[in-house]
T-cell receptor
Framework: DGGITQSPKYLFRKEGQNVTLSCEQNLNHDAMYWYRQDPGQGLRLIYY???????QKGDIAEGYSVSREKKESFPLTVTSAQKNPTAFYLC????????????FGPGTRLTVT | QKEVEQNSGPLSVPEGAIASLNCTYS??????FFWYRQYSGKSPELIMS????GDKEDGRFTAQLNKASQYVSLLIRDSQPSDSATYLCAAGGATNKLIFGTGTLLAVQP
Protein backbone atom coordinates (compact mmCIF):
# COMPACT_ATOMS: atom_id res chain seq x y z
CA ASP A 1 0.00 0.00 0.00
CA GLY A 2 1.55 3.30 -1.11
CA GLY A 3 0.87 6.37 0.92
CA ILE A 4 1.81 8.88 3.57
CA THR A 5 1.62 8.05 7.24
CA GLN A 6 1.63 10.44 10.14
CA SER A 7 1.84 9.51 13.75
CA PRO A 8 0.38 9.87 16.23
CA LYS A 9 -3.14 10.87 15.20
CA TYR A 10 -3.67 12.82 18.43
CA LEU A 11 -0.95 14.29 20.62
CA PHE A 12 -1.20 16.10 23.93
CA ARG A 13 1.65 18.04 25.49
CA LYS A 14 2.27 20.48 28.26
CA GLU A 15 3.39 23.98 27.45
CA GLY A 16 7.18 24.30 27.38
CA GLN A 17 7.81 20.83 25.96
CA ASN A 18 9.21 20.13 22.52
CA VAL A 19 7.31 17.54 20.49
CA THR A 20 8.19 15.74 17.25
CA LEU A 21 5.58 14.75 14.67
CA SER A 22 6.38 11.90 12.34
CA CYS A 23 5.79 11.83 8.57
CA GLU A 24 6.76 8.88 6.37
CA GLN A 25 5.99 8.24 2.69
CA ASN A 26 6.58 5.23 0.45
CA LEU A 27 5.54 6.94 -2.79
CA ASN A 28 9.15 7.61 -3.82
CA HIS A 29 8.33 11.32 -3.85
CA ASP A 30 11.19 13.81 -3.81
CA ALA A 31 9.36 16.73 -2.20
CA MET A 32 7.74 16.84 1.23
CA TYR A 33 5.86 19.58 3.05
CA TRP A 34 4.50 20.48 6.46
CA TYR A 35 1.36 22.58 6.83
CA ARG A 36 -0.60 23.82 9.76
CA GLN A 37 -4.39 24.24 9.68
CA ASP A 38 -6.33 26.29 12.21
CA PRO A 39 -10.15 26.55 12.35
CA GLY A 40 -11.48 28.86 9.66
CA GLN A 41 -8.06 29.31 8.09
CA GLY A 42 -6.43 27.84 5.06
CA LEU A 43 -3.38 25.64 5.11
CA ARG A 44 -0.21 27.53 5.98
CA LEU A 45 3.19 26.22 4.91
CA ILE A 46 5.68 25.65 7.71
CA TYR A 47 8.65 23.97 5.97
CA TYR A 48 9.27 22.13 2.75
CA UNK A 49 12.00 19.96 1.31
CA UNK A 50 12.60 19.25 -2.36
CA UNK A 51 15.51 16.88 -1.88
CA UNK A 52 17.22 14.91 0.86
CA UNK A 53 19.41 16.97 3.22
CA UNK A 54 17.84 20.23 2.05
CA UNK A 55 14.81 22.14 3.28
CA GLN A 56 13.40 25.67 3.17
CA LYS A 57 11.31 27.77 5.50
CA GLY A 58 7.71 28.34 4.58
CA ASP A 59 5.51 31.22 5.65
CA ILE A 60 5.32 30.37 9.36
CA ALA A 61 8.59 28.58 10.24
CA GLU A 62 9.23 30.35 13.55
CA GLY A 63 9.14 27.92 16.47
CA TYR A 64 9.45 24.83 14.25
CA SER A 65 12.35 22.74 13.00
CA VAL A 66 12.67 19.88 10.51
CA SER A 67 15.19 17.41 9.16
CA ARG A 68 15.33 15.42 5.92
CA GLU A 69 17.95 12.72 6.38
CA LYS A 70 16.04 10.13 4.34
CA LYS A 71 13.87 10.50 1.26
CA GLU A 72 10.99 8.74 3.01
CA SER A 73 10.96 10.75 6.22
CA PHE A 74 10.38 14.41 7.13
CA PRO A 75 9.82 14.84 10.88
CA LEU A 76 8.63 18.15 12.32
CA THR A 77 9.59 19.37 15.78
CA VAL A 78 7.33 21.87 17.45
CA THR A 79 9.51 23.71 19.92
CA SER A 80 8.57 25.56 23.08
CA ALA A 81 9.25 28.78 21.16
CA GLN A 82 6.09 28.28 19.06
CA LYS A 83 3.56 30.59 20.70
CA ASN A 84 0.35 28.89 19.57
CA PRO A 85 1.20 25.25 18.82
CA THR A 86 -2.31 23.79 19.15
CA ALA A 87 -3.40 22.99 15.59
CA PHE A 88 -3.97 20.29 12.98
CA TYR A 89 -0.63 19.43 11.35
CA LEU A 90 -0.59 18.02 7.84
CA CYS A 91 2.29 16.45 5.98
CA UNK A 92 2.22 16.23 2.18
CA UNK A 93 4.45 14.98 -0.58
CA UNK A 94 4.80 15.43 -4.32
CA UNK A 95 6.95 13.96 -7.06
CA UNK A 96 8.79 17.25 -7.36
CA UNK A 97 10.27 18.75 -10.48
CA UNK A 98 7.45 20.09 -12.63
CA UNK A 99 4.85 17.81 -11.08
CA UNK A 100 3.02 19.89 -8.53
CA UNK A 101 0.24 17.66 -7.24
CA UNK A 102 0.57 17.29 -3.48
CA UNK A 103 -0.88 14.37 -1.55
CA PHE A 104 -1.62 14.58 2.14
CA GLY A 105 -1.19 12.26 5.07
CA PRO A 106 -4.00 11.80 7.62
CA GLY A 107 -2.71 14.56 9.90
CA THR A 108 -1.77 14.91 13.55
CA ARG A 109 -3.95 16.92 15.89
CA LEU A 110 -1.70 18.54 18.51
CA THR A 111 -3.08 20.02 21.70
CA VAL A 112 -0.79 21.94 24.03
CA THR A 113 -2.09 23.01 27.44
CA GLN B 1 1.05 38.97 -0.67
CA LYS B 2 0.00 36.10 -2.90
CA GLU B 3 -3.58 35.13 -2.13
CA VAL B 4 -6.24 32.66 -3.09
CA GLU B 5 -9.77 33.76 -2.28
CA GLN B 6 -12.84 31.60 -1.80
CA ASN B 7 -16.31 32.29 -0.46
CA SER B 8 -16.49 30.45 2.86
CA GLY B 9 -20.13 29.48 2.34
CA PRO B 10 -21.95 27.41 3.28
CA LEU B 11 -23.13 26.70 -0.24
CA SER B 12 -26.31 24.70 0.01
CA VAL B 13 -27.59 22.72 -3.00
CA PRO B 14 -30.30 20.06 -3.30
CA GLU B 15 -29.33 16.49 -4.11
CA GLY B 16 -28.97 16.00 -7.87
CA ALA B 17 -28.22 19.65 -8.59
CA ILE B 18 -25.00 21.20 -9.91
CA ALA B 19 -22.75 22.73 -7.27
CA SER B 20 -20.54 25.57 -8.48
CA LEU B 21 -17.50 26.50 -6.40
CA ASN B 22 -15.37 29.50 -7.26
CA CYS B 23 -11.88 30.73 -6.52
CA THR B 24 -9.77 33.75 -7.52
CA TYR B 25 -6.02 34.13 -7.22
CA SER B 26 -3.79 37.18 -7.11
CA UNK B 27 -0.47 35.91 -8.50
CA UNK B 28 -0.46 36.13 -12.31
CA UNK B 29 2.58 33.83 -12.28
CA UNK B 30 0.51 30.93 -10.98
CA UNK B 31 0.71 27.98 -13.34
CA UNK B 32 -1.03 25.10 -11.61
CA PHE B 33 -4.37 24.91 -9.86
CA PHE B 34 -5.89 22.28 -7.65
CA TRP B 35 -9.12 21.41 -5.91
CA TYR B 36 -9.04 19.42 -2.70
CA ARG B 37 -11.98 17.97 -0.80
CA GLN B 38 -11.74 17.92 2.98
CA TYR B 39 -14.26 16.14 5.15
CA SER B 40 -14.65 17.40 8.71
CA GLY B 41 -11.75 16.22 10.87
CA LYS B 42 -9.91 14.63 7.94
CA SER B 43 -7.03 15.62 5.71
CA PRO B 44 -7.46 17.17 2.24
CA GLU B 45 -7.89 14.82 -0.73
CA LEU B 46 -6.84 15.92 -4.21
CA ILE B 47 -9.78 15.67 -6.62
CA MET B 48 -8.81 17.83 -9.59
CA SER B 49 -5.79 19.55 -11.07
CA UNK B 50 -5.79 21.96 -14.02
CA UNK B 51 -2.92 23.66 -15.78
CA UNK B 52 -4.37 25.13 -18.99
CA UNK B 53 -7.19 27.52 -19.78
CA GLY B 54 -10.52 25.84 -20.38
CA ASP B 55 -12.37 22.92 -18.89
CA LYS B 56 -11.15 19.60 -17.54
CA GLU B 57 -13.67 16.89 -16.76
CA ASP B 58 -13.30 13.86 -14.51
CA GLY B 59 -16.48 11.96 -13.80
CA ARG B 60 -18.95 14.27 -12.09
CA PHE B 61 -16.29 16.95 -11.58
CA THR B 62 -15.34 19.70 -14.02
CA ALA B 63 -12.59 22.20 -13.29
CA GLN B 64 -12.55 25.46 -15.23
CA LEU B 65 -9.60 27.83 -15.53
CA ASN B 66 -9.54 31.38 -16.88
CA LYS B 67 -6.05 32.83 -16.47
CA ALA B 68 -7.00 36.21 -17.94
CA SER B 69 -9.59 36.67 -15.19
CA GLN B 70 -7.47 34.80 -12.61
CA TYR B 71 -10.43 32.59 -11.88
CA VAL B 72 -10.80 28.87 -11.18
CA SER B 73 -14.02 27.01 -10.62
CA LEU B 74 -15.19 23.51 -9.78
CA LEU B 75 -18.53 22.15 -10.94
CA ILE B 76 -19.98 19.06 -9.30
CA ARG B 77 -22.80 17.50 -11.32
CA ASP B 78 -25.52 15.33 -9.77
CA SER B 79 -24.46 16.40 -6.27
CA GLN B 80 -24.78 13.75 -3.58
CA PRO B 81 -24.96 14.12 0.21
CA SER B 82 -21.54 12.41 0.30
CA ASP B 83 -20.15 15.47 -1.56
CA SER B 84 -20.82 17.59 1.54
CA ALA B 85 -17.39 18.78 2.61
CA THR B 86 -15.08 21.78 2.51
CA TYR B 87 -13.49 22.35 -0.89
CA LEU B 88 -10.05 23.95 -0.92
CA CYS B 89 -8.65 25.74 -3.94
CA ALA B 90 -4.86 25.96 -4.32
CA ALA B 91 -2.55 27.71 -6.77
CA GLY B 92 1.10 27.01 -7.50
CA GLY B 93 3.81 29.00 -9.24
CA ALA B 94 7.22 28.12 -10.62
CA THR B 95 8.25 26.46 -7.37
CA ASN B 96 6.60 23.46 -5.76
CA LYS B 97 4.85 25.69 -3.20
CA LEU B 98 1.07 25.94 -3.17
CA ILE B 99 -1.06 28.76 -1.81
CA PHE B 100 -4.38 27.56 -0.38
CA GLY B 101 -7.67 29.35 -0.01
CA THR B 102 -9.64 29.04 3.21
CA GLY B 103 -12.18 26.73 1.59
CA THR B 104 -15.88 26.69 0.73
CA LEU B 105 -18.23 24.55 2.78
CA LEU B 106 -20.65 22.65 0.55
CA ALA B 107 -23.83 21.17 1.99
CA VAL B 108 -25.86 18.87 -0.26
CA GLN B 109 -29.41 18.54 1.03
CA PRO B 110 -31.13 15.14 0.54
Amino acid sequence: DGGITQSPKYLFRKEGQNVTLSCEQNLNHDAMYWYRQDPGQGLRLIYYSQIVNDFQKGDIAEGYSVSREKKESFPLTVTSAQKNPTAFYLCASSMGGRVYEQYFGPGTRLTVT
Amino acid sequence: QKEVEQNSGPLSVPEGAIASLNCTYSDRGSQSFFWYRQYSGKSPELIMSIYSNGDKEDGRFTAQLNKASQYVSLLIRDSQPSDSATYLCAAGGATNKLIFGTGTLLAVQP
